[in-house]
């Protein structure tokens, strides 16, 4: 089974940025499509940003195009998410998911998650 592990997550003042990683346990992990996901205290959980298997193809919520950008490095099982000009808005758990063999922005179309990683946008 798949286990995803994100980190990077903190503390960060208004505008600044942080960078995000979700290692994959195999490395067969190419295989997958891995999107991102962000939780805001009170919130649901909603789609941030999604990569296809072959590293191509990404796609941004409105929210965070223009800001947020996503790769994969295969030979490190890892996926990254650089998040620029962050805002209060973008606070929240960041999640890491895996599936195949399309990006979609529905939670429930992701087989395998991380356990998540906390940004917290603040000065």
């Known amino acids: 089974q798949l286990q995803l592990a994100e980190s990077g997550g903190g503390l960060v003042q208004p505008g600044g940025s942080l960078r995000l990683s979700c290692t994959a346990s195999e490395s067969t992990s190419d295989y997958y499509v891995r999107g991102w996901f962000r939780q805001a205290p009170g919130k649901e959980r909603e789609w941030v940003s999604c990569?296809?298997?072959?590293?191509?193809?990404?796609y941004y919520a409105d929210s965070v195009k223009g800001r947020f950008t996503i790769s994969r490095d295969s030979a490190k099982n890892t996926v990254y998410l650089q998040m620029d000009r962050l805002n209060a808005e973008d606070t929240g758990v960041y999640y890491c998911?895996?599936?195949?063999?399309?990006?979609?922005?529905?939670?429930?179309?992701?087989?395998?998650w991380g356990r998540g990683t906390e940004v917290t946008v603040s000065s």
């Open positions: 998911a895996a599936t195949h063999p399309y990006c979609t922005p529905y939670i429930a179309d992701f087989t395998y």
């Open positions: 990569i296809g298997s072959s590293a191509t193809n990404t």
